[in-house]
């Protein structure tokens, strides 16, 4: 069956960084896009970051030029780095394959 798994979520200070993971398994990864999004309390899942089987990626407007996208076809992983975190971005982190596919997600928590 197809699972996802994320790493790489913690506790950070604003202005601070991390670097998220996720593993994917049980299907043919080159094939489809990969995206990530995040869910902050009492709010709607919102997409942050997505990157195309041709490696073209897109960002939503609050993470532009501090968060990077990025896959690894061989590895079937797909990253997040996030750097200049804010408060704001405090929030599970989930990813996402071909639209239907979700893991469990991993917190990551900005702190002042």
Avoid: H
């Avoid at 200049?84 to 996402?96: I, Q």
């Avoid at 596919?101 to 990551?108: E, P, R």
């Amino acid at each position: 069956q197809v699972q996802l798994v994320e790493s790489g979520g913690g506790l950070v200070q604003a202005g601070g960084s991390l670097r998220l993971s996720c593993a994917v398994s049980g299907l043919i990864f080159s094939n489809y896009a990969m995206s990530w999004y995040r869910q902050a309390p009492g709010k709607q899942r919102e997409l942050v970051a997505q990157i195309g089987r041709g490696y073209s990626t897109n960002y939503a407007d609050s993470v532009k030029d501090r968060f990077t996208i990025s896959r690894d076809n061989a590895e079937k992983t797909v990253y997040l780095q996030m750097n200049g975190l804010k408060r704001e971005d405090t929030a599970v982190y989930y990813c996402n394959a071909a639209i239907a596919y979700w893991g469990k997600g991993t917190l990551v928590t900005v702190s002042e």
